[in-house]
């Protein structure tokens, strides 16, 4: 019987994150600390409209980039918040989450063998879907010692005549860096000079603590070839309602708007009347799951520095990313200890990257009271390593 499957598909591993969730679900009392979703309620009132929608019946597809009133809105939305000016009927679209938009965008953008520069540790998807659109990785190992951030010098580095897009993906996931005004404005007349394209995944955008979010499509010559992504997962606590969007220049956008069309049609209807809502009067709850984030930030960044474990503070996302090192063991091999000993499931960092080994991705999207337990563990499982080699 002839191979029915892909060559190309074969080669792409799982997800890295999937097997510890797979595990914990089956073992009794296990507390998960490695899932990216936030743990409040989409806020009522959002919820409220989807059901109000439900009730109209409005239960019909939308234009395939995604309604009207959600598409200005998003606009309004982007130009208050990161002052970006877009023409909602023709560089936006509205998508099945941020995954979706990442995708279309770089099938949209690449030929067979171009480059695209991915700096790690990172979202998992960018590798996979620059392989699946038969375009060339090229992983750029971001340091510790820079705090995750993409430097100047990494990015001159990394760029050959072949390179066609910079992924950036900060806020960032699994480190929770974050790259401020400064940090951009070093690498824009990299970009702009090198004639590059920028795919900047912002889902984490109102998840900072201390500075504000600055995106890159802000600066002077970078909106031409930036495209913006972002959603409603993260910052509406919305992620089972799949609802992102892309913003950028109209001649990429038409392009992405065809693979949409033809892969998805358009994103839920009673999603994006939900999303309308939640542009309008969503600020105050967004607001409050901020705050919530940030106590327990700072309350599982001081317990790992308590147990003696390496960790940068994180000013983005819902992340910590402490160094194990000091224990000579992978992040796998550490990870399903913790696990299997201790009842706790972390995601080592290697799930994001090579650059991620010695490291581990701990989630602050739970209650205090759930990470007051598992930091307890996590303590006593580190305690019985460091007198295991004492002796």
Known sequence: MRNPLSDKIVTIEPSGIRKFFDIVSEMKDAISLGVGEPDFDTPWHIREEGIYSL??????????????????????????KYQLDYNPNKEVIVTVGGSEAIDIAIRAMINPGDEVLVPQPCYVSYVPCVSLAYGTPVIINLKEENDFKLTRQELL???????????????????????DYSDLKDIVDVIIEKDLF????????????????????????MKERTITINGFSKSHAMTGWRLGYAAGPEIIMKQMLKIHQYAIMCAPTTSQ???VDA????????????????????????????MGLTCFEPYGAFYVFPCIKEFGMTSDEFATRLLREEKVAVVPGTAFGDSGEGFLRISYAYSIEDLKKALERIRR???????????
Do not use: W
């Open 381 to 391: 499982f580190i305690q019985k390593l460091r007198i295991k080699d004492k002796n």
């Open 55 to 80: 009730e109209k019946g409005r239960t019909f597809y939308t234009s395939n980039a995604g309604l009207k009133e959600l598409k200005e809105e998003i606009c309004k939305y982007l130009n208050r």
């Open 198 to 221: 920028v795919i900047s995944d912002e889902i984490y955008s109102e998840l900072t603590y201390g500075a504000k979010h600055v995106s890159i499509a802000s600066f002077e010559g």
């Open 273 to 275: 009347y939900a999303a």
């Open 279 to 306: 542009l309008r009067n969503g600020d105050s709850h967004v607001q409050s799951m901020v705050e919530a984030y940030d106590q327990r930030r700072k309350f599982l960044l001081h317990e790992l520095r308590d």
């Open 157 to 179: 580095d990394a760029i050959t005549e072949k390179t066609k897009i910079l992924v950036l993906p900060f806020p960032n996931n699994p480190t929770g860096a974050v790259m």
